[in-house]
């Protein structure tokens, strides 16, 4: 099991082409012939890894040579509503996720972009491809495509008169005028939002709150090393991740730090509702082997399943974003330092009374007031973040102790 729940979190960082033996990453490795997913740096160790990857590889192959044999015909647009296309689409569907599994750079392209030709095949999408493509789309650093997806899918039809049958297909074409991914996320919080597109602009959030981070972090380090400032930007632009990413470098500090306060602002709002839309999501966000193991059947919104799913297809985009688990769970422990007193006190004074919460351990309160609060205490994690002397005296942890000693 620690296996399979390890190769269905990825290796942290972004994707890369590495030999998927030994992890090193160069321009010259070659492909599996037979799948084209996996790359290896020499045949030997692509005879050593050929015991992992021998069932992966025959059913890759297996998956092709059946599609091999089926045809969309001409029923584009509207694929799957026709019931001959069906033994298609379930053979593409089929590669496609064969593929995704092999967690490597070239079979999450791959899978990509059978996914997104699926639903140019059947534009209603009942098969719900518009709820996994997001999260895909930010692991391939496909950030405004991601953007504009969404914000297309939750805001096309609101007068309810979209005809799918249209012929342009805006949803996968991103224009001139895209949508400015630092905007503010209102038009995603309605009533009935999609889990899958919230997590996924909140995703895409975190990612633009790390390179707002990371180019302060570098920033800092420059100032120190003594080479000409020609070179800063230059190098700083060569230190984030997202595309949408490449302005910051030109940005003062005080316009970098307000956009780190919008974006948190942001993020707050989108977890705030992300909560509401789903209450098991974040505690397994943080505890995820279960979710990522399961097998969802059909689900409902709020259900364990629905937030499952979720998991799945989202787990690999926090875990390949640098940075992004250790700043939420820095949230966490400031929220749980930042609540530990109160729920302390709440706790012992209601210790005589009964209660069906009597069995809980002062602990248990703890983690789960942690993960409901940390998005009130998201500031001092990410001011931590840029700080660059020893993690014992980070800011964080100099605040708690001036309010604890109430100077
Ligand atoms: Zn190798
Ligand atoms: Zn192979």
Known sequence: MPDLVAMLKGVPGPLRHRCSQCDKTSSDLFRCS?????????????TE??????????R?????KLLEFTTPGKSIGYAWGVMSTRDYMRARLELSRQLANLNTLDGVMQSYQHRREMLTLCRSDQLGLRII??????RLDLDLECYHFVKWWSTYDAVGQYDMGHNSWPCLHVTAHAADAFEDPSFLLGTFPELNHLVAVFLLKLKLLMDVVTTKVARKVLAHCGLIRDLHQDIESGVVRSPLSAQLCRKDANALHQMETKLSGQIQRIAAKIALTNSNFFVYLFNPDKALTTTPEAYSSGSWDEMALAIQFSYATFWETEGL??????????????FGSDIRDTMESSASKASKDGHRTVNGSLKDASISRMWDYLTYAVTDASFLGPWS???????????ASGV
């Open 34 to 46: 037979a799948c084209q997913g996996v790359r290896y740096c020499t045949p030997q160790h692509q």
């Open 49 to 58: 890894h050929w015991s992992v990857h021998e069932s992966a590889c025959r």
């Open 60 to 64: 890759i192959k297996q998956a092709t």
């Open 133 to 138: 493509l997001p999260a895909i789309m930010l």
């Open 325 to 338: 688990l250790p700043l939420l769970n820095n949230a966490r422990a400031c929220a749980a330092r930042g």
């Open 393 to 403: 005296k980070r800011p964080s942890k100099r605040y708690f102790r001036r309010a």
